[in-house]
T-cell receptor, first 113, second 115 residues
Framework: AQSVTQLGSHVSVSEGALVLLRCNYS??????LFWYVQYPNQGLQLLLKYTSAATLVKGINGFEAEFKKSETSFHLTKPSAHMSDAAEYFCAVSGGSNYKLTFGKGTLLTVNP | DSGVTQTPKHLITATGQRVTLRCSPR?????VYWYQQSLDQGLQFLIQYYNGEERAKGNILERFSAQQFPDLHSELNLSSLELGDSALYFC??????????????FGNGTRLTVT
């Protein structure tokens, strides 16, 4: 069984500040990890994915995430927040014999001017 | 645009009624997934179909059912609706191989309101 815990349901940063959204996973098999973003009234869009090729994964819109097996973490970062980054972010894990994604509860990112 | 089409965008109905949500996956994708998103439960996996066959089941109520047709579109049927069924229902599709590392591509969802 797999699970994802996102620490902080709401994160608020100033424009230009570092964005750090935390995700810890639990998986009995080597995991595949994903970050998705959801803008208001829209579906989820893939930001980036980890599939064991490299521990540091670069995604769209300047986001990146680092897979740390020893910490079972896959935190999402962006060096400098932009107003357009305001959205809800979901971490997700898959693996094993079925292909479904298990999502965290999401972190709402607010960017203040 | 993800290429996944969901209809209708909004649905308002009364308790006890039955509704059907429709999803057309991205061209070439054989896997279809249904998720329910609500404020209290977050994103909950309901069910997955792969090339017409049920592949995985999640937290889907017995009042709910789904199917995937030969043309690969899928329908989610919700019956005996209750107020608590009000939520956003997302459909997603993934690559033909249905592999674990294939990302899901989501539609924009159907917002169901039960009154």
């Amino acid at each position: 069984a797999q699970s994802v815990t996102q620490l902080g349901s709401h994160v608020s940063v100033s424009e230009g500040a570092l964005v750090l959204l935390r995700c810890n996973y639990s998986s009995s098999v080597p995991p595949y990890l994903f970050w998705y973003v959801q803008y208001p009234n829209q579906g989820l869009q893939l930001l980036l994915k980890y599939t064991s090729a490299a521990t540091l994964v670069k995604g769209i819109n300047g986001f990146e995430a680092e897979f740390k097996k020893s910490e079972t973490s896959f935190h999402l970062t962006k060096p400098s927040a932009h107003m357009s980054d305001a959205a809800e972010y979901f971490c997700a894990v898959s693996g094993g014999s079925n292909y479904k994604l298990t999502f965290g509860k999401g972190t709402l990112l607010t960017v203040n001017p | 645009d993800s290429g996944v089409t969901q209809t209708p965008k909004h649905l308002i109905t009364a308790t006890g009624q039955r509704v059907t949500l429709r999803c057309s996956p991205r061209s070439g994708d054989l896997s279809v997934y249904w998720y329910q998103q609500s404020l209290d439960q977050g994103l909950q996996f309901l069910i997955q179909y792969y090339n017409g066959e049920e592949r995985a089941k999640g937290n889907i109520l017995e009042r709910f059912s789904a199917q995937q047709f030969p043309d690969l579109h899928s329908e989610l049927n919700l019956s005996s609706l209750e107020l608590g069924d009000s939520a956003l229902y997302f459909c997603a599709s993934s690559a033909r191989s249905g592999q674990n590392n294939s990302p899901l591509h989501f539609g924009n969802g159907t917002r169901l309101t039960v009154t």
